[in-house]
C-alpha cells in the first residue's frame, strides 16, 4: 500500500464474510485453534518467501484478514497513524533443519510513529513475531503470539515482541 489517506479519511482495507462492513468473529487465538478461514480473507503465500503486505503510506487500516506462508506477514515502513485490527497471521518464514536458514517476520512497524496493532494474532513466524523498530508512539494492544513446531517446517519463535530504538511505546 503506497498511498494513504487523510486523518480525516483514512484509506481502509477490510476483509469481510459475506457483506462489506460484517465483521468476522475470530476464535480465542490459541495455539491449537486458527481463525477460520471460511469467515475471513486468506492470503497464502508461495514457499513461504515474497511479503503478504507491505504498507508504506500514512492512515491506512488494515482489518481482518489471515496471512500465510509468506516470509513476512505485515511490514510496515515509514508508515504513520497506521490501524491493524483482526488481522491472523501464521506460517511465517522458514526456518531449516539445519539452522542455515532463519527467519519470519509476523507484524513489524519499522520507522513508524502513532500506529497500532490490536486483536490480531501471530503464530509460528520463526524469528520475531512483534516488532517495532526505530519508531514511537506505537501501540500492541491485545494481541497473541505462540510458536509450535506442529507445522512441520521447525518453525518455533526466537523473539515474541521486539521493541528496538523506540520511545514512547
Do not use: C
Request: charged share 20%; net charge negative; proline share 4%.
Amino acid at each position: 500500500i503506497d498511498n494513504g489517506g487523510t486523518a480525516e479519511k483514512p484509506i481502509i482495507v477490510e476483509g469481510y464474510t459475506t457483506t462489506p462492513g460484517d465483521q468476522p468473529v475470530f476464535s480465542n487465538f490459541d495455539d491449537e485453534t486458527d481463525a477460520d478461514p471460511s469467515k475471513l480473507p486468506v492470503l497464502t503465500g508461495n514457499n513461504r518467501s515474497g511479503t503478504a503486505v507491505e504498507v508504506s503510506a500514512n492512515n491506512v487500516i488494515l482489518r481482518h484478514f489471515m496471512f500465510q506462508e509468506f516470509a513476512t506477514g505485515i511490514w510496515m515502513s515509514r508508515s504513520d497513524n497506521i490501524e491493524i485490527d483482526s488481522v491472523y497471521v501464521k506460517n511465517i518464514g522458514n526456518n531449516s533443519p539445519d539452522l542455515k536458514v532463519y527467519g519470519g517476520l509476523g507484524i513489524t512497524l519499522k520507522s513508524s510513529t502513532n500506529s497500532t496493532v490490536k486483536n490480531s494474532a501471530v503464530v509460528n513466524a520463526g524469528g520475531q513475531l512483534f516488532t517495532i523498530f526505530e519508531g514511537s508512539n506505537n501501540t500492541l494492544e491485545n494481541n497473541k503470539g505462540f510458536g509450535s513446531l506442529s507445522d512441520g517446517q521447525r518453525n518455533s519463535v526466537d523473539y515474541y515482541v521486539i521493541l528496538f530504538k523506540t520511545n514512547g511505546n
